[in-house]
């Protein structure tokens, strides 16, 4: 009896115990005077998004709806018991991401250099090692460079034309978002490797399965990507990778073979690899460890997946917009008609730069589906809110709630319409005020959202001369965005109907 009653009372303090650290993780921000919405045991502010009644970004949203209304400039957070901090005046983001840099200089992400050796690509590269190696893949974004890109980008480009002048039907559905990334995924092969890829016409299977692979939106892949960011503990406890085994082997022989070859043939071409082959040396003479081949991966990997399924939904997601809105779509055109004319026809460099009212429609896009739907930081340094008796602790976790800004009416009036008139010439929103930032923020904002924007550019200008897009039936409607996903995902996906037109 006496052996029962111990066990019991054994129990019920431990009971006790785990109740009282629960709602401790839950009462952090409370006790730093930084308001939350209510929280429930365990999962936080994170419940429907476990109930899949809403992705991420719309969860946070409500965080950012409610707290603006009430005039806050901040608030808190709780991803399931982890605490997060979310500001909302634009000052104060432009705080964090700028002017006090120096105290969020890191990404929320996992790190492992010995056991997950792939994780070491720019995104998740930390201080010292972050500063070196930014500038030298930044060297591959200068106005020179994506000039040359422009006829590899121009060639990709009309495959995919052609491949849509094969559906082209007025029946006929089309997943315009798997052939764009297949478009896109050539495009980065070739400009990081200058290997022509031909994945639009069916071949490089396993780079379409990688892609899949890394950016399904279904439950174990977003659970990976939630422990990812959010637990790191749990990440490392777990012995989680950023990539399974055999995404991490083809792409490790496949760089490993390349570089073998380049060596071989003694062969310095001026491109993504041979920028990173040259990390090791500095303008100063002095010599600096160069890249492993593990870091050359990493590197690659990023640009290869953030710069494939970003581009592609950002040119689905555009042609989408512009078959609802057929106006908007027949204005586009006459100005590709129009500044095609003062080329003599063609598509050129410079005439797609003189494309606006395209521009305007790639802009508003990107606002109202930013390929980011947040942008993280770490608090490096302790940091005292300006005008407040608040601290951001060392170690502490940041979202910057980009989707929930974008569509602030404040800052974008009415916006849930899609208004490429809203970045013309006097209307379009103050840079400065941040209130616009689909490529993230400050130093560690995207390096290559030019080189997406000019694929972008060059592809939608060839389709739109083409072909007249409309919405297919069987895309569902309204469009929603998958639960699980950590981009803009639409579920289903979006299916369009090309018909022919003369060319212009």
């Given at each position: 009896m006496d052996v029962s009653l111990g066990i019991i009372s054994v129990a019920l303090a431990l009971i006790t115990l785990i109740a009282i650290w629960i709602n401790s993780?839950?009462?952090?921000?409370?006790?730093?005077?930084?308001?939350?919405?209510?929280?429930?045991?365990?999962?936080?502010?994170?419940?429907?998004?476990?109930?899949?009644?809403?992705?991420?970004?719309?969860?946070?949203?409500?965080?950012?709806?409610?707290?603006?209304?009430?005039?806050?400039?901040?608030?808190?957070?709780?991803?399931?018991?982890?605490?997060?901090?979310?500001?909302?005046d634009l000052d104060l983001i432009k705080a964090i991401g700028v002017n006090d840099f120096n105290h969020f200089t890191d990404h929320i992400g996992q790190l492992d250099e010995k056991g997950d050796p792939l994780s070491n690509h720019l995104f998740n590269l930390k201080g010292d090692r972050w500063k070196f190696i930014r500038p030298k893949i930044s060297a591959t974004f200068t106005s020179g460079k994506l000039k040359g890109m422009f006829d590899g980008m121009l060639s990709y480009s009309k495959q995919l034309a052609d491949l849509i002048d094969k559906m082209a039907d007025r029946t006929k559905a089309i997943d315009i978002e798997r052939i764009s990334l297949l478009y896109t995924s050539d495009i980065i092969i070739y400009n990081v490797f200058g290997v022509k890829s031909r994945m639009l016409m069916g071949e490089e299977f396993e780079f379409e399965r990688c892609l899949?692979?890394?950016?399904?939106?279904?439950?174990?892949?977003?659970?990976?990507?939630?422990?990812?960011?959010?637990?790191p503990d749990l990440y490392t406890a777990l012995s989680l990778k950023t990539f399974d085994k055999r995404m991490t082997n083809f792409f490790m022989n496949f760089?490993?073979?390349?570089?073998?070859?380049?060596?071989?043939?003694?062969?310095?071409?001026?491109?993504?690899?041979?920028?990173?082959?040259?990390?090791?040396?500095?303008?100063?003479?002095?010599?600096?460890?160069?890249?492993?081949?593990?870091?050359?991966?990493?590197?690659?990997?990023?640009?290869?997946?953030?710069?494939?399924?970003?581009?592609?939904?950002?040119?689905?997601?555009?042609?989408?917009?512009?078959?609802?809105?057929?106006?908007?779509?027949?204005?586009?055109?006459?100005?590709?008609?129009?500044?095609?004319?003062?080329?003599?026809g063609e598509l050129c460099y410079e005439g797609v730069l003189k494309m606006k009212y395209l521009a305007n429609c790639i802009t508003e896009t990107l606002r109202k589906h930013p390929p980011a739907m947040i942008t993280t930081?770490?608090?490096?340094?302790?940091?005292?809110?300006?005008?407040?008796?608040?601290?951001?602790?060392?170690?502490?976790?940041?979202?910057?709630?980009?989707?929930?800004?974008?569509?602030?009416?404040?800052?974008?009036?009415?916006?849930?319409?899609?208004?490429?008139?809203r970045f013309s010439d006097g209307t379009k929103t103050n840079p400065n005020s941040f209130a616009y930032m689909p490529a993230g923020v400050g130093p560690r904002m995207c390096l290559g959202f030019k080189f997406g924007v000019l694929e972008a550019s060059i592809v939608l200008s060839l389709l739109l001369s083409?072909?007249?897009?409309?919405?297919?039936?069987?895309?569902?409607?309204?469009l929603k965005y998958d639960a699980w996903a950590f981009s803009p995902h639409p579920s289903p996906p979006i299916k369009l109907v090309a018909e022919r037109i003369d060319k212009l």
């Open positions: 993780c839950h009462t952090y921000w409370a006790k730093r005077g930084v308001e939350t919405l209510h929280t429930t045991p365990l999962i936080g502010n994170t419940q429907n998004i476990w109930l899949l009644k809403e992705p991420m970004m719309l969860n946070l949203k409500r965080t950012y709806d409610h707290f603006k209304a009430k005039g806050k400039k901040y608030a808190g957070y709780y991803f399931l018991m982890k605490p997060i901090f979310v500001p909302i899949k692979k890394f950016h399904g939106a279904d439950f174990k892949n977003a659970l990976h990507k939630l422990i990812t960011f959010t637990l760089v490993k073979q390349h570089l073998e070859q380049r060596s071989k043939s003694n062969l310095k071409q001026k491109d993504f690899v041979q920028l990173l082959l040259e990390c090791g040396s500095t303008s100063n003479g002095e010599s600096e460890r160069p890249l492993s081949l593990e870091e050359i991966c990493g590197q690659y990997l990023v640009y290869f997946f953030a710069g494939t399924d970003t581009v592609a939904r950002a040119i689905s997601f555009t042609l989408f917009e512009l078959s609802l809105n057929k106006d908007l779509q027949e204005k586009a055109r006459d100005e590709i008609k129009s500044v095609r004319k003062n080329f003599n930081r770490v608090c490096t340094k302790k940091y005292k809110i300006p005008d407040t008796d608040v601290t951001i602790e060392k170690g502490t976790y940041v979202l910057i709630p980009i989707y929930a800004i974008h569509m602030d009416p404040e800052y974008f009036p009415n916006p849930e319409i899609y208004d490429p008139d083409r072909f007249k897009f409309s919405v297919h039936p069987d895309t569902k409607m309204p």
